[in-house]
């Protein structure tokens, strides 16, 4: 047994077995959810990069998975301490929904505490807390949304807090209209071993749901939709440095 | 049955008014119980009705309230009814399934409120027949139909991406002619929310619906934001318009409501406050010895607040948990325990957390993740109320199967997503009603049903949108049975002591 284990241990890519703080972690599996109970949403979520054979702790997704389905895990890897959740911790952290179906597996506690919930600072104020005015000079801004992978779906405590943001901005500020650019991450990629790319429609998807929240928002301004395909990476810090995460995107673009 | 002869049939009623007087002498209430259309009786500032768990209390902000020619309490339509019909006071202005036994019983099925329309389980069926309206009389649900193809809220068209096929139809709503989805509708069956505390079921926290997706609609009257807590299918997103899918459908008015009309009626529903106000198992009042039951807390309190982040849920009650030597010496054993149960309970619901596993607004599309743990404050989350402050629609499976009951006196449809399948049920799925789907078009909303207020509950019994749950009891048993929550008896019981007291 010993000796299978090394064996599989020198079929790791190399990459795996060196993987430092920082390192960006990317693979497709089954996610699998520990049990863990420090009160509300405390449980932990791990997922094994099929190709290193290394379980992460990928918890601290905006987005978190469904046990009946494999994730896309995006990552960077984290000098946080594994205790909590009893693997290696990503963060930043996406946990993108696929559509291929999984077998439910859940680990109990064995000791581990999980992670006390605590707001993501993200988080928006109730419309009852006045917002502060945003300070001129105002100009062409632009705001960016990110999502799942292959979604339009506007992601809570992510989403809301930039569009927050940019809607007390844009109160402010007074352009003449908004223009919504939806992206896609359309060209193919392996992954995993599977060929990952985000379907073209979603780009057009990302770019409505967007404009239709702000014409809620802001119903006295002019909201245009665009959409582009083969979206490439961006450096926008609320991506959180991952790549893909920044190629998921809808850009809100104010024009003055 | 045309609405004349329901009203010839109404008219020789004085045996049957009798048999009312002796039915609510059973009960030890006072005869004025039933408020009927037109009486013109004035509704008092304040006003008390005895339930088997204590007193109801309602007020009325500006009461009293003279309600001769008040449109809420008039009959305007062609079968008798008026709004109190089904918003009755002493029901914590709902309907209980054992006010509607006890109405049957006194006037011999001739009152509006078995109007064939949606107070039997079909206006097909024999109305003079009681089995016609067992759906009303033994859970207490009333035939709601909507169109299909699907409106959403405020009307508009969707092209839903699912079909619609009945699997099983018991009472011919859904398969006889001019009834199912082939005739452009689908009927479903559901209990009636209550009218009162209405500022809390229109207060918006937030400007997004997360379980959606999106901002929140706006008003099309007043282009605010809507709390989308309104109806169980979320298709009425303001008063105007819920009132007026009211007074044509329910109360079979064929006219417009006039702008007057509909000002007085939302005037009054923004007035009324109703909870439970005493209980005879506590020894007295729930706003005794630092606690602050009733429904005066929540007239004077600001809507609206997440619990989580200011005043936590059901916390009305947390003084119980340290009664002084002194208030306890003034009272018996027994109630002093019921009034530390109340309290457990309130500590139960906000801190007891449980799995929440494939429950769509919950566990998708949100990013909560499935499974989820939390407790009861997840969702029933607004602070003096539990309903969420976010637009309420959840499944927790009452409706469909696997987790709902198999009753075979509802309707069964088979739903076929089109495009993405269901998250959690899969590409076809069996259910009693699809709730939101109805409006929103999407499969994904299956199943899901706006939540309810907690308030007034022992006064409105059975519970859940269809009825499931005959008592309070029942209620936890659900929970514990679709969650494997692993409550103890004694957990169980706080539980439903504190519901009581709502």
């Known amino acids: 047994m010993r000796t299978l284990v090394t064996l599989a241990a020198l079929a790791l890519p190399l990459s795996a077995q060196a993987a430092e703080t920082g390192d960006l972690v990317r693979f497709v599996s089954c996610p699998v959810y520990r049990d863990a109970d420090s009160g509300k949403k405390s449980g932990c979520w791990l997922a094994t990069d099929p190709g290193s054979g290394q379980r992460w702790d990928v918890s601290q997704s905006p987005y978190k998975p469904n046990w009946d389905f494999a994730v896309l895990v995006e990552g960077r890897v984290s000098a946080a301490s594994a205790d909590p959740c009893g693997a290696p911790v990503l963060e930043p952290v996406r946990t993108s929904i696929l559509p291929d179906p999984c077998t439910r597996h859940m680990l109990p506690a064995e000791g581990y505490k999980g992670r006390k919930f605590v707001l993501p600072p993200r988080n928006i104020q109730p419309l009852s807390v006045a917002r502060d005015t945003p300070p001129g000079p105002y100009a062409e801004r632009v705001f960016t949304t990110y999502f799942e992978f292959d979604r339009d779906f506007l992601v809570y405590q992510y989403d809301d807090y930039i569009i927050d943001k940019a809607v007390t901005w844009v109160r402010a500020a007074k352009p003449k209209k908004l223009v919504v650019t939806g992206f896609a991450a359309t060209e193919p990629e392996t992954v995993s071993g599977q060929m990952l790319a985000e379907r073209p429609e979603v780009a057009r998807e990302r770019a409505e749901s967007i404009a239709l929240t702000l014409r809620r928002l802001l119903p006295e301004l002019p909201v245009e939709t665009k959409w582009e395909l083969a979206a490439k990476p961006t450096d926008d810090p609320d991506a959180d440095t991952i790549p893909g995460q920044s190629q998921r995107r809808a850009e809100i673009r104010a024009i003055f | ?502």
């Open chain 2, 1 to 502: 049955m045309a609405a004349a002869d329901r009203f010839r049939r109404s008219l020789p009623l004085a045996g049957a008014a009798l048999a009312l007087i002796l039915a609510v002498g059973a009960r030890g209430n006072a005869p004025d119980r039933w408020w009927s259309p037109g009486e013109g009786r004035v509704l008092p500032a304040s006003l008390d009705y005895a339930n088997d768990h204590g007193v109801l209390r309602t007020l009325v902000v500006g009461g009293p309230l003279k309600t001769r020619g008040h449109p809420f309490f008039e009959p305007l339509g062609a079968n008798g009814r008026a709004c109190v019909t089904c918003h009755q006071p002493a029901d914590a202005m709902s309907l209980s399934a054992r006010t509607a036994q006890e109405r049957w019983d006194a006037t011999g099925g001739m009152d509006p409120l078995f109007a064939a329309i949606d107070g039997s389980n079909c206006p097909i069926l024999p109305q003079g027949d009681k089995a016609s309206h067992s759906l009303l009389l033994e859970r207490g649900l009333f035939r709601i139909q909507r169109p299909w193809p699907v409106r959403t809220f405020n009307g508009q068209p969707v092209a839903p991406d699912f079909t619609i096929e009945v699997v099983r139809d018991p009472n011919g709503c859904n398969s006889a002619p001019g009834y199912g989805p082939n005739a452009g509708n689908v009927s479903v069956y559901r209990r009636v929310r209550p009218v009162a505390n209405m500022k809390y079921l229109l207060a918006v926290g937030f400007a997004f619906d997360p379980k959606q997706g999106y901002a929140l609609p706006l008003d099309p009257d007043d282009g605010k934001p809507q709390s989308g807590n309104l109806m169980a299918d979320n298709r009425a997103g303001n008063l105007r318009l819920q009132m007026e899918d009211a007074s044509s459908v329910h109360l079979e008015f064929a006219r417009a409501l006039t702008p007057a009309q509909i000002k007085r009626i939302q005037d009054f529903e923004l007035s009324i406050y109703t909870a439970q106000q005493s209980s005879p198992a506590a020894g007295g009042g729930l706003d005794t010895m630092g606690a602050t039951g009733g429904p005066a807390k929540l007239r004077d309190s600001q809507p609206g607040a997440l619990g989580s982040i200011g005043t936590p849920v059901w916390s009305e009650f947390a003084a119980w948990d340290k009664i002084s030597p002194e208030d306890a010496a003034k009272l018996t054993p027994q109630k002093l325990a019921f009034r530390q149960s109340v309290a457990r309970g309130a500590r139960v619901f906000r801190d007891k957390t449980f799995l929440i596993t494939d429950s769509a607004g919950i566990n998708s599309r949100m990013g909560f993740g499935n499974p989820v743990r939390n407790s009861c404050v997840f969702c029933h989350n607004m602070t003096q109320m539990g309903n969420d402050v976010a637009p309420g629609q959840v499944d927790l499976g009452t409706t469909t199967q696997p987790f709902a009951d198999p009753w075979d006196d509802l309707p069964l449809f088979r739903i076929t997503c089109l495009g993405q399948p269901h998250p959690h049920y899969g590409k076809v799925i069996l259910t009693y009603d699809p709730g939101f789907a109805l409006t929103s078009g999407k499969c994904a909303d299956v199943g899901k049903i706006t939540l309810q207020s907690m308030r007034g509950l022992a006064a409105r019994a059975p519970y859940f949108s269809n009825g499931l749950a005959r008592d309070l009891r029942g209620v936890v048993d659900y929970y514990e049975r679709r969650y494997n929550i692993g409550y103890t008896e004694q957990e169980k019981q706080d539980l439903v002591n504190l519901m009581s007291v709502l």
